[in-house]
């Protein structure tokens, strides 16, 4: 080898390894990044030894993809998961003390001690109060419910513009890719800011990646709906200002196609937005039902009978509502009723009414007087009311619990569901969590930077530049000694 080749080849040692280190430094400095993918300098052979031609990112797409997925499940059954136990605390309160079964047992209570003293107007006045405190307990529970639907509408109309300004941002990048390959210029950067918005979106939809000529990206939903195409496709949502008992909320729609949301505590939702839908169209709604499927039946089993053989209609007695005092329907949800449920004023001592006609019957007229002697030891009539709490009534399927129940048997099943679906969903969310963990990790591992190599490769880069260094020193010498040899 001459002298001025082996200069040369020293001087391209040399800036190999100054390539080499500033992409080693750039990979220890980014190690924190999650969201940064490792560099490495590509070496090859030439006529003076080596050159650096390209610095590569370590992607791995299958990782990520799989990842992108996992985190769509999981986003979704987190929301799923955090709205059942939401859902608890606002229709059950704390240690299930505003639950409908635990109210019912508390006027059932009254209600036995009433039967057992009927001459007892305080134990008349208490039955009534513990009715009250159901009625107010279905209401409350009712309007919650509706007012969690209202925030999940807020909740999904900022998840819409935020997807909408990320579809925005991914353009930007796209572009920028697409360019930077056109020219060849270094694109990672951009790729790795393409990844992470990739990341975020299918926080809300599942994401599926078309790669086309010059690094070109589509984007497709789990529906196969186009999310962007060359430009971001149109995603739309008007929020409700409030929502009632049967109200439908509006859909979400992807370039005008609508998100359909899934089904079950183990959601099939995937993304935050179908997740969303589901809990408010699906979910609150199931609950919703099932609380008015209890008011219901408190209207029936309480209504007031003809007992002068008139044969007029049963009407509404201790329990009303804004349709009495026609009794709802058998067997069907009467949507909304546990919203307007309420005590009979006739009976509400509170506003001048008589408890005692809890006793006597006769809210409705002479012909509903059940007690016609007047015995103020009359407990005929509160038996038998006591007797229907737990008789079986018919009830609607689509509130989502079969079966035929009685009152209180309905109300406890109730929150047997809603249990059943917290506990479902929690360990589902944990599952799925969990695998998007792995996953991520093994993503991170593929991808990310462990300073030890890092560290390891600067050792080596050192050597090297120690190595090229020599060289040169000695070709120097040994130019100086011709010289002088010449000289």
């Known amino acids: 080898m001459s002298l001025t080749a082996a200069i040369r080849t020293a001087q391209n040692s040399l800036m190999n390894t100054a390539r080499q280190t500033i992409v080693t430094t750039r990979n220890i400095t980014e190690a924190s990044n999650e969201n940064y993918v490792r560099r490495d300098a590509v070496v090859v052979s030439s006529l003076n030894g080596a050159r650096v031609v390209d610095v590569r990112r370590n992607s791995d797409q299958d990782l990520l993809r799989d990842s992108l997925r996992a985190l769509s499940n999981s986003t979704a059954q987190s929301f799923i998961s955090s709205g059942a136990d939401r859902l608890q605390r606002l229709v059950n309160g704390t240690d299930n ?5 635990t109210l019912l047992a508390a006027f059932e209570d009254a209600l036995q001690l009433y039967s057992s003293d009927p001459s007892n107007t305080l134990l008349a006045s208490s039955a009534v109060y513990s009715a009250k405190e159901v009625a107010d307990g279905l209401n409350s529970a009712s309007l919650a419910i509706q007012e969690y639907r209202g925030d999940i509408d807020q909740d999904i109309s900022n998840s819409v513009s935020a997807l909408n300004d990320l579809l925005v941002s991914f353009k930007q990048v796209n572009d920028e890719v697409i360019q930077g390959t056109r020219v060849g210029a270094d694109i990672n950067d951009a790729l790795d800011e393409r990844d992470t918005i990739l990341k975020r979106i299918s ?5 599926s990646v078309v790669q086309r000529d010059g690094n070109d990206y589509a984007l497709y939903t789990g529906q196969g709906v186009t999310l962007f195409e060359t430009v971001p496709r149109s995603v739309t949502f008007e929020p409700l200002n409030s929502y009632s008992p049967g109200m439908t909320g509006n859909a ?3 370039d005008g196609v609508p998100i359909i949301g899934g089904d079950g505590a183990n959601t099939d939702s995937v993304g935050s937005l179908a997740a969303m ?14 609380l008015d499927e209890v008011a219901r039946g408190l209207v029936t089993n309480f209504a007031e009978t003809d007992t002068s053989g008139g044969m007029a209609p049963a009407m509404a007695g201790l329990f009303t509502y804004a349709g009495g005092p026609a009794i709802p329907a058998t067997g069907t ?8 449920l309420s005590v009979n004023a006739a009976f509400d001592p509170s506003i001048g009414g008589d408890p005692e006609l809890l006793r006597d019957g006769g809210a409705n007229g002479a012909a509903y007087v059940a007690n016609t002697t007047g015995g103020a030891g ?7 009311y006591a007797e229907r709490m737990n008789d079986p009534l018919p009830t609607d399927i689509g509130a989502g619990i079969a079966g035929i129940y009685s009152v209180s ?3 406890e099943s109730s929150l047997g569901w809603l249990e059943s679906l917290r506990k479902t969903a929690t360990e589902a969310a944990d599952s799925k969590t969990a695998l998007y963990e792995r996953l991520d990790g093994a993503l991170q591992s593929a991808t990310g930077v462990n300073i030890d190599e890092e560290m390891a490769i600067l050792i080596n880069l050192e050597q090297s530049y120690e190595a090229s260094a020599r060289i040169i020193r000695a070709v120097d010498e040994m130019l100086d000694v011709l010289m002088a040899a010449v000289n």
């Open 409 to 411: 048997g309905y109300a």
């Open 378 to 384: 009359y407990a005929d009539r509160l038996i038998d």
């Open 277 to 290: 839908v589901q809990m408010r169209d699906d979910i609150a709604v199931q609950l919703q039902s099932q």
């Open 97 to 101: 003390s505003t639950a409908p079964s």
């Open 252 to 254: 979400i729609r992807i």
């Open 333 to 340: 949800v009467s949507s909304g009723i546990a919203v307007t």
């Open 203 to 207: 926080e809300f939809v599942p994401v």
